[in-house]
């Protein structure tokens, strides 16, 4: 290798090791803030990851103030549906869709109701006081409220 070789190496080397760093540094700059809504006429103003968990999972038909709780989900294309399956609920879209899958064959349930868009998602949150679903923090206005996480 003569010295110009050596030199395009060592700037190659780097801006990859340089890539590395900023993506390891901040990988919460990649991801949306994703957050669970209800209209801001419901009554509900707050959830436990464990109850917004039980709601998305089937494992509860209710809010903590007993009115029934409507979960909607975003396509399953959506990267924030991704998103907060992964990073809220703490599973993967494979292992949602086997969940569901098992709760519709034993007759047990199903899943959420699936909106086409984060902006439709909005929407019939606000007009539906029992529905909840989640869109990116920077959608958040005076019509819905934030449940989890505040």
């Known amino acids: 290798m003569n010295a110009m070789e050596r030199m395009a190496f060592k700037l190659k080397m780097s801006a990859a090791i340089m890539l590395i760093l ?10 949306a803030d994703v ?11 707050s959830l436990t990851l464990n109850q917004l968990t039980d709601i998305y999972l089937g494992r509860s038909a209710r809010f903590p103030d007993g009115t029934p709780a409507i979960p909607c989900d975003l396509a399953e294309n959506s990267p924030l549906r991704e998103e907060f399956y992964t990073q809220l609920i703490g599973k993967s879209q494979a292992q949602i869709k086997a969940h569901w899958s098992k709760l519709i064959f034993t007759g047990r ?23 909840i679903c989640y869109i990116d ?14």
């Open 137 to 150: 923090r920077s959608q958040v206005d005076r019509n819905v409220t934030v449940l989890f996480p505040q």
């Open 22 to 31: 900023c993506l390891i540094a901040s990988p919460a700059s990649a991801f």
């Open 109 to 131: 349930g199903q899943p959420p109701r699936e909106v086409a868009t984060e902006a439709g998602a909005k929407r019939l949150v606000a007009e539906k006081p029992n529905v």
């Open 35 to 45: 957050v669970a809504v209800v209209s801001a006429k419901s009554s509900v103003t």
